[in-house]
């Protein structure tokens, strides 16, 4: 069997590291292909580096783009690298501009497509990466649903017999990236704050970066938090503060540039919380027990609201108190899958 995935973004290269380990444990043919979406080192080459993922075969070198300019670039470069390597199975990941350019391209070449993270919905039309998710799973052969939730989304559109429940492939690299690559009094020192004293933060989603007034309330809001703040500010972030004239660092907040995937683990279990609008940072502080405040409308991870480990918040004085709110009781309860996920998406493909 041989297995093309194609990843792009950075929560792609940390899905995208388990199913390569599979996949080279089995001796199952993996290529890889990397649009280029992100390119600064950090948002990528050191995913690939401390991760133990083998270089991409191929890399697109697509870059930054309107959404439209973007996926076509992707679209366009897919169709010849399909052609040429012709996998038994297209694998793609998420619900980024990569992952539903390489969908289209693969459908209508008549090669399999299996979407890995199928069935998330966050139900706002207005997202990206919603519209990415809906034609995607649409579209794919294979649904590699991480949730029950997202079997019951999926049913609901009439997709379920395309769908198989594996679990989730981040558990899977949190739980090795955490026994085996953390290094605790290190990320403490590189971040200057001590365990339990500080909150990590990410801000990057387009719907909190690109209106002015809403980049600014949530700057001054973590400006307000009443304890240190680290903000790993992503690129986009960065850029959108400085065109509106933003200084970040300031009160209890201190920027960093974005960490490495073991760094970040190291980081967010020692932190007393994280205040994010990444989808995967939500999960990850679950996984780690660490109290997360999400400033978002809404989550497709919905299982860490109910289970009481993360609070929705819109920017203002609740994210103050949200970020200062204690732990809640603690829990054994494991939605996301046992840490063996990696392997069910194998024996699915190979099904
Ligand atoms: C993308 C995904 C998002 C995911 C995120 C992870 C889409 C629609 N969105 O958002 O779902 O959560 O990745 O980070 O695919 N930039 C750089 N260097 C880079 C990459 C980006 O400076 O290596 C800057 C550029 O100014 C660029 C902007 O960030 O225009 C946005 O990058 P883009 O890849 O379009 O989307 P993300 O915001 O990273």
Request: proline share 6%.
């Amino acid at each position: 069997m041989k297995v093309l995935s194609v990843v792009g973004a950075r929560p792609q290269f940390v899905k995208l590291a388990p199913v390569a380990r599979e996949c080279a444990s089995r001796g199952v043919e993996h290529v890889i292909v990397h649009t280029g979406q992100h390119y600064d080192p950090m948002l990528s080459d050191v995913f690939f580096r401390d991760l133990g993922i083998p270089d991409p075969d191929v890399h697109l070198g697509v870059g930054s783009g309107s959404h439209g300019v973007q996926t076509g670039a992707m679209l366009a470069a897919m169709d010849e690298v399909l052609t040429t390597h012709r996998p038994d199975w297209v694998l793609v990941y998420g619900d980024t501009n990569s992952t539903l350019a390489a969908t289209l391209s693969a459908v209508k070449l008549h090669l399999r497509v299996a979407h890995l993270e199928a069935g998330l919905r966050s139900f706002n039309r207005r997202m990206p990466e919603e519209h990415n998710r809906v034609l995607t799973d649409h579209a794919a052969d294979l649904l590699l649903a991480p949730t029950q939730v997202a079997l019951e989304h999926l049913t609901r559109e009439g997709l379920a017999e395309r769908t198989v429940v594996v679990g989730d492939v981040m558990i899977d690299v949190l739980h090795r990236v955490r026994d085996e690559l953390v290094d605790p009094a290190g990320v403490l020192a590189e971040l200057g704050q001590s365990a339990g004293g500080f909150s990590v933060a990410t801000i990057h989603r387009a719907e909190n970066t690109d209106d002015p007034q809403r980049l600014a309330a949530v700057v001054t809001a973590l400006q307000e938090v009443d304890h240190a703040v680290v903000l790993l500010a992503h690129p986009r972030l960065r850029a959108r503060a400085a065109e509106q004239g933003l200084d970040l660092d300031g009160g209890s907040l201190h920027t960093h540039d974005p960490l490495p995937y073991p760094a970040l683990v190291g980081a967010v279990s020692q932190a007393r919380g994280v205040i994010t609008d990444s989808g995967g940072l939500q999960k990850e502080a679950f996984a780690l027990r660490t109290p997360c405040t999400t400033v978002r409308t809404e989550t497709e991870w919905v299982e860490t609201v109910q289970l009481g480990w993360n609070v929705l918040v819109e920017p203002g004085p609740h994210v103050r108190e949200a970020a200062s709110r204690p732990a809640p009781k603690p829990t054994d309860a494991a939605p996301y899958g046992d840490g063996h996920a990696a392997a069910a998406v194998l024996d699915a493909l190979l099904r």
